[in-house]
């Protein structure tokens, strides 16, 4: 089972670090962001090997990175933006990117970006 966590509220241009734990070590794993009424937005996936990919609206703000040990999964979100506010989920799948298909997923931390 996933579960994610370290959601909260943030200043806009402040910086916050999520965590997937329990999750898998032999899957690509993804985190995605979900707002009530609108449709799930990936917002990236790293690979078993370590490839990471991500959605151009985070491209050079956040980072994903996993350690293999643990199977826990991060998500490095800096210079954060009112837009970011979102509910974050991560899953476990298979691929990369666009060709990311998740098959388990975990509950939710909510991310609010406010001054």
């Known amino acids: 089972q996933l579960q994610a966590s370290g959601g909260g509220l943030v200043q806009p241009g402040g910086s916050l670090g999520l965590s997937c734990t329990a999750s898998?070590?032999?899957?690509?794993v993804g985190w995605h962001r979900q707002d009530p009424g609108k449709q799930r937005e990936l917002v990236a996936t790293?690979?078993?090997?370590?490839?990471?990919s991500y959605a151009d609206s985070v491209k050079g703000r956040f980072t994903i990175s996993r350690d293999g040990v643990k199977g826990t999964v991060y998500l490095q979100m800096n210079n954060l933006e009112p837009e970011d506010t979102s509910r974050y989920f991560c899953?476990?799948?298979?691929?990369?990117?666009?060709?990311?298909?998740?098959?388990?997923w975990g509950q939710g931390t909510q991310v609010t970006v406010s001054s």
């Open positions: 790293i690979t078993s090997g370590g490839v990471a």
């Open positions: 898998t070590s032999v899957f690509s």
């Open positions: 899953s476990a799948g298979a691929g990369s990117g666009s060709h990311y298909y998740p098959h388990t």
